[in-house]
C-alpha cells in the first residue's frame, strides 16, 4: 500500500509545475563554532559569502544541533528522531558489531526512513556531496539506501580525518584519488614542521565542491534536494599550501607537533582559519552555481553545524584537539565548553535560511530550534507530508512569518559519549546532567540560557520544579538503544513499543 501511494505522489508530482515546488540545498559544516563566521561576531576569519546568505536571509541565534559530535547529529537532521529515540548516539565504528566492514559507522537500519527518502518519493532530485557517516557502503545505512540517487565523497568519519586520501566513494564505487595519501594522524616531536610534508595530489575537499556544481547544473530542470555535509573546519588541519598563505604569518608563533592528535602543522592558527574560509568559498560556489543555473530565488539554502568547535587537548598546552586554538578565535564567543558537551558550546550552532520571497532579507531571530525540526520543516516547505512519529515540530512558520511562537516542544538530547549525558530544553529553561556513565553520576544543574547563555548560574536548587519536568520528559520520550546503552539514575528510559 505505501509503494502504491508514492508512486501516485511521484506521478503528480512530476507533472506539478516546478515553480511550486522550491528546491533544497542543505550545507552542513563540521565542528563550526558558534562564534567562527562573521556574521556571528567572527573578528579574524573573513566569511564574506556565508555573511551575505545572513543578509539575503534570516539568521537564527538559538539553533541547536542534533548532538555534540558527528555521526549522531547527522542521524537527528535525517531522521527527525532527537537523541533519545535516534538509532545512532554516538560515533561508533561499523565494525565493532560487522566484522564485515573495515570503514564506516554503525548503520542506520533498513527500517530507518529518512528525509531525502521522502523527497526522492516525492520525484525530487536527491543528492549527497560531503562525509556520511550513518553505514558502509554495501550495509542498510548505505546513502544510496537511505534516499539518495547519489553520493560522492566520505562515506567514513575517520578515512575524512585525512583531507589528501586515497580514494572517495561514488556511490559504490570506490574512486582513486591520490596514489600517495597522506594520513590523518601523525606526530612530529622534534625538527622542523613542514606543511608541504602533509600535501597529497588532489585535495578531497576541491573534487567535492566540484562535483555539487555539475549537479545543480545537471538538474536545474527538475526539483532537487542537495545535502552538503562539508568537511570543514574538522581537523586534521592540511589545508593547501595557497590557502594557509593567505593569512599573516605573524599570528602564528608556534609550531603545533600532534600532541593533541591528528596531524602537525607549522602555522595551526592560519591553516584553521584556512579551513573556514574555504568552506566559505564553498558557499560562494554553491551560490554561483544556483545562480548560473536560473535556480537561485527557487531554492532553499540552509547553512549549519553539524556540533560545536573542537574541543581541548592534553594539559599543559593551549592547542585543542588537533592544533585548533579557539581561544585566539574567540570561537565559542561567551558560550560554555566544546564539542562533545550538552553545555551551549558543544550545541548551539549557527544557522541561516535564505529563500528570497519567502524568508525576511537580514532578519535576526531569537526561536529556539533544533536538528530534530528539520524533517518536518523541509517537508512543509516543500508541500510534502512528514511521518507522523518525528519527534521534531516545523520551524517553517516560524522561518517564513519572523515570530517565536509562545510555547514548542522540549528539546531532548540524551548522549552516550563523553561520560554520558543528558539535556532537556523547555522553553528558556535548559537541565543538564553529567557523568551518567560513572558509578557517581553528577548532580542535576539548571540554566536560563536566554538569560545566562554562558551557562554560569546553576538554578537547580533554587527551582527544583525544572528538575522533575525534565525528568518526566525523559522518562516519557527516552528509549532504550542496547547498542548506545544510557541509563538515568533512577530510571528514564522506556521500552521501545514502535520505530
Known sequence: MRTAILLICAAFFEFAPAAERPNVV???????????????????????????????????????????????????????????????????????????FKEGQHPISAG????????????????????????????????????????????????????????????RERVEINKKPVPGHLKKPEGEVKL?????????????IEEAEKWIADHKDRPFFLYLPFIEPHVAMHPPVEAVERFPEDWDDEVYRGQCGYLPHPRPRAGYAAMIHDLDRYVGRVMAALEKAGVADETIVVF???????????????????????????????????KGSVYEGGLRVPM??????????????????????????????????????????????VITGGKTPPARKPMVWTFAGYGGQCAVMMGNMKAIRLGLSRKKPGEWQLYDVV???????????????????????????????????????????????RR
Request: aromatic residues 12%; charged residues 25%.
Open 196 to 208: 608541504e610534508d602533509y600535501q597529497g595530489e588532489r585535495y578531497a575537499p576541491y573534487l567535492m
Open 451 to 497: 538569560a545566562d547563555r554562558g551557562e554560569t548560574k546553576d538554578l537547580a536548587e533554587e527551582q527544583p520544579e525544572w528538575i522533575r519536568k525534565a525528568e518526566q520528559i525523559l522518562g516519557e520520550q527516552m528509549i532504550e538503544n542496547p547498542v548506545f546503552p544510557l541509563r538515568m539514575p533512577g530510571g528514564g528510559a522506556v521500552e521501545e513499543k
Open 352 to 397: 541561516i535560511v535564505r529563500y528570497p520571497g519567502e524568508v525576511k532579507a537580514g532578519a535576526v531571530s531569537d526561536a529556539p530550534g533544533y536538528f530534530a525540526d528539520w524533517f518536518p520543516t523541509l517537508c512543509e516547505a516543500a508541500g510534502l507530508d512528514a511521518p507522523d512519529d518525528l519527534d521534531g515540530e516545523s520551524l517553517w512558520p
Open 112 to 171: 530507518a526512513l529518512t528525509i531525502a527518502e521522502v523527497f526522492r518519493d516525492a520525484g525530487y532530485a536527491t543528492a549527497a556531496m560531503g562525509k556520511w557517516g550513518l553505514g558502509p557502503v554495501g550495509s542498510t545505512g548505505d546513502p544510496n539506501d537511505q534516499g539518495f540517487d547519489l553520493f560522492f565523497g566520505y562515506n567514513c568519519q575517520a578515512v575524512a580525518h585525512s583531507f589528501f586520501p586515497r580514494y572517495l566513494w561514488r556511490n
Open 26 to 100: 542543505f550545507i552542513l559544516a563540521d565542528d563550526l563554532g558558534y562564534g567562527e563566521l562573521g556574521c556571528y561576531g567572527q573578528e579574524k576569519i573573513p566569511t564574506p559569502n556565508i555573511d551575505r546568505l545572513a543578509v539575503e536571509g534570516t539568521r537564527f541565534t538559538r539553533h541547536y544541533s542534533g548532538a555534540p559530535v558527528c555521526a549522531p547529529s547527522r542521524c537527528v537532521l535525517l531522521t527527525g528522531k532527537h537523541l533519545g529515540r535516534a538509532e545512532i548516539r554516538g560515533n561508533r565504528q561499523a565494525k565493532v558489531a560487522f566484522p564485515e
Open 304 to 338: 549549519t553545524s553539524d556540533n560545536g568547535t573542537t574541543h581541548e587537548g592534553a594539559k599543559g598546552t593551549h592547542f585543542h584537539i588537533g592544533g585548533v586554538d579557539a581561544t585566539f578565535f574567540d570561537s565559542t564567543l561567551d558560550l560554555r565548553s566544546y
